[in-house]
């Protein structure tokens, strides 16, 4: 049984995740121990149903030999967490060497790269857009002669450049040849929202109800989530993401904000009131597996992250403090589990000097906060930076202390 089209067809999401092996163009490198650790922590949001919603895209096995076991090793030792899969380019030894890769795996799965625009096609395999979807067509037969075991997904390269039409041709000859999934991409990243949905509602209007289709959506221009959305508005079920957004250029919808999105918001998003989960996402889990990524990766969480970065749960102004629900879209602490942490920067009025000083165990009177106020704002600007660590601020009020000017 195929669960991710099961899936799909009965209205859940289902997100591919593609941390692993597109965040590879970002240019980073997990190891293959990390990218079994990952897989685990991935499938765990959805628990005992991770992989009916998670497709992990373990690596491109045609790199090298070295990939090529990372993503065996995934699909060996994540099977029970998620459904692995193998990325390979549309031709006969990569498809062989995916399917090799995860053969043997429960809710194995391979994708094939195909040229959908004529642009495209001529550059990847030389051969008008009509050659290379039949070629798609012809692979993804080879693909289930060679295991039947494994499903075999087809992803349309440059889709938001193609003819709508003849990729509906195509999408449902791939489907009745045995792909599972027919994935539209956006390769270059270049689409807008209105398109990338026009897109989807053109090719669905050309198939029957077996195809399913996926999407992956680049964000060169700052809308791979907007088009994203847009898809599963149309209709759509299975979308690939990535933690911190990891891919190609400027990358990929983030996992942790499309997550958080849909299970905060499933109803407006996707216009249905049925329940896009068989297990609802633990979103708790979202800030450790980002920090694990940010870990092995050494991309850094900012503080404009959304959902996951290091400005999530502060406090450094005033008026928060006295209603923090004005000043927040969600609660961090009820839905992602992050402790609201108060920091002291120039901008650091009474009340924050008060709960910094608190939490450091030193009470201050009106005198005491006002002292403390203006060396904190003198640091910042002394210094250059913004935050005044707490060990700066507990010295401070420590010497305080010793010359008698603050209460032990």
Not at 168 to 179: I, L, N, P, V
Not at 194 to 201: I, L
Not at 274 to 301: F, G, K, N, S, Y
């Amino acid at each position: 049984m195929d669960v991710v089209r099961q899936s799909a067809q009965s209205g859940r999401v289902v997100i591919w995740e593609e941390s692993a092996r597109d965040g590879a163009q970002a240019k980073t490198l997990m190891t293959p121990e990390f990218r079994v650790r990952l897989a685990h922590e991935t499938g765990r949001v959805f628990g005992a149903d991770g992989p009916r919603h998670v497709v992990f895209a373990a690596g491109f096995p045609a790199v090298c030999d070295e990939e090529f076991e990372a993503v065996r090793q995934v699909a060996a030792e994540a099977e029970e967490a998620v459904s692995v899969a193998a990325v390979c380019r549309g031709a006969l030894r990569d498809v062989e060497q995916a399917v090799a890769s995860v053969r043997g795996s429960r809710n194995a799965r391979v994708m094939v790269v195909v040229p959908a625009s004529e642009a495209m096609a001529q550059v990847m395999v030389h051969k008008t857009a009509e050659q290379a979807l039949q070629g798609g067509v012809d692979l993804a037969k080879l693909a289930r002669d060679l295991d039947d075991t494994v499903a075999v997904d087809i992803c349309l390269a440059d889709a938001s450049r193609a003819d709508a039409s003849l990729m509906s041709h195509y999408a449902q000859a791939m489907t009745e040849a045995g792909a599972g999934l027919v994935v539209l991409a956006d390769t270059v990243g270049a689409q807008l929202p209105g398109a990338c949905r026009d897109m989807f509602t053109a090719v669905r209007a050309g198939t029957d109800e077996d195809v399913v289709l996926a999407t992956h959506l680049h964000n060169d221009l700052g809308l791979g989530l907007a088009n994203t959305l847009q898809a599963l508005a149309a209709g759509v079920r299975v979308v690939s993401s990535s933690w911190l957004g990891l891919a190609e250029r400027a990358g990929i919808v983030a996992t942790e904000q499309l997550l958080f999105l849909l299970a905060r918001h499933a109803e407006e998003l996707l216009d249905t009131d049925a329940t896009p989960w068989w297990t609802a996402p633990d979103l708790t889990r979202l800030p450790t597996i980002a920090q694990m990524v940010a870990q092995e990766t050494e991309v850094p969480l900012s503080v404009t992250t959304p959902i996951v970065g290091t400005g999530v749960g502060t406090i450094s102004t005033g008026t928060p403090f006295v209603h923090p629900q004005l000043f927040q879209p969600y609660d961090p602490t009820e839905v992602l589990g992050i402790q609201p942490k108060v920091l002291l920067t120039q901008l650091a009025s009474a009340r924050v000097i008060n709960a910094a000083a608190t939490q450091l165990g030193h009470h201050l009177d009106k005198e005491q906060t006002r002292a403390a106020m203006n060396w904190v704002k003198k640091r910042a600007f002394r210094t250059g930076r913004a935050v005044v660590e707490d060990a700066a601020f507990a010295d401070y009020l420590d010497g305080l202390v010793h010359t008698g000017r603050i209460s032990a």
